[in-house]
T-cell receptor, first 116, second 113 residues
Framework: GAGVSQSPRYKVAKRGQDVALRCDPISGHVSLFWYQQALGQGPEFLTYFQNEAQLDKSGLPSDRFFAERPEGSVSTLKIQRTQQEDSAVYLC??????????????FGSGTRLTVV | AQKITQTQPGMFVQEKEAVTLDCTYDTSDPSYGLFWYKQPSSGEMIFLIYQGSYDQQNATEGRYSLNFQKARKSANLVISASQLGDSAMYFCASNQAGTALIFGKGTTLSVSS
């Protein structure tokens, strides 16, 4: 596609519910990144894929968070047993390679998750 | 580990004036990239400008320029001739080979007429 597509755009979950957030990157982009952005804050890194390999998951805040990219394209971020502190915008970005000289990062519009 | 520091939570400027948004960085790798993004209230992340660590010249893109001072680990964004549409949150970010973009906490810019 022309851009990075994220769905759903908005999600309201009851505390304790599981949610799945989808990211469809630009076709051919090798690297995919997930970020969590709380209101008024900068995006915080969650995890990073190169093709289907999850190279860095150091930013995942707890074992309730899980991400996958099984075929090296679409990625899903799953949050189990959601808590109120999980309320945030979840941003996905993709890039052609993801190295230091790759400045072609494209961000999706994000999924705004509200846990009630 | 990389770290980005933006010390100005908010900046105020009048239309047509220039404004500088501060950013300092800390990185362990001699090869890195520096970025500035704009995020309006709509939430989209808009790429503004990029500077590679080995670039000799400061990057410029239209009204945006990056004042890169490597020895001071500083990468300030300069916006010339501010416009009302520049009101937004601005993020400085960096990456190294094999790592994700790491962002600062951001600066909210308000442009008044």
């Amino acid at each position: 596609g022309a851009g990075v597509s994220q769905s759903p755009r908005y999600k309201v979950a009851k505390r304790g519910q599981d949610v799945a957030l989808r990211c469809d990157p630009i076709s051919g982009h090798v690297s995919l990144f997930w970020y969590q952005q709380a209101l008024g804050q900068g995006p915080e890194f969650l995890t990073y894929f190169q093709n289907e390999a999850q190279l860095d998951k150091s930013g995942l805040p707890s074992d309730r968070f899980f991400a996958e990219r099984p075929e090296g394209s679409v990625s899903t971020l799953k949050i189990q047993r959601t808590q109120q502190e999980d309320s945030a915008v979840y941003l996905c970005a993709s890039s052609l390679s993801g190295g230091a000289y790759d400045y072609g990062y494209t961000f999706g519009s994000g999924t705004r998750l509200t846990v009630v | 580990a990389q770290k980005i520091t933006q010390t100005q939570p908010g900046m105020f400027v009048q239309e047509k004036e220039a404004v500088t948004l501060d950013c300092t960085y800390d990185t362990s790798d001699p090869s890195y990239g520096l970025f500035w993004y704009k995020q309006p209230s709509s939430g989209e992340m808009i790429f503004l400008i990029y500077q590679g660590s080995y670039d000799q010249q400061n990057a410029t893109e239209g009204r945006y320029s990056l004042n890169f001072q490597k020895a001071r680990k500083s990468a300030n964004l300069v916006i010339s001739a501010s416009q009302l549409g520049d009101s937004a949150m601005y993020f400085c970010a960096s990456n190294q080979a094999g790592t994700a973009l790491i962002f600062g906490k951001g600066t909210t810019l308000s442009v008044s007429s």
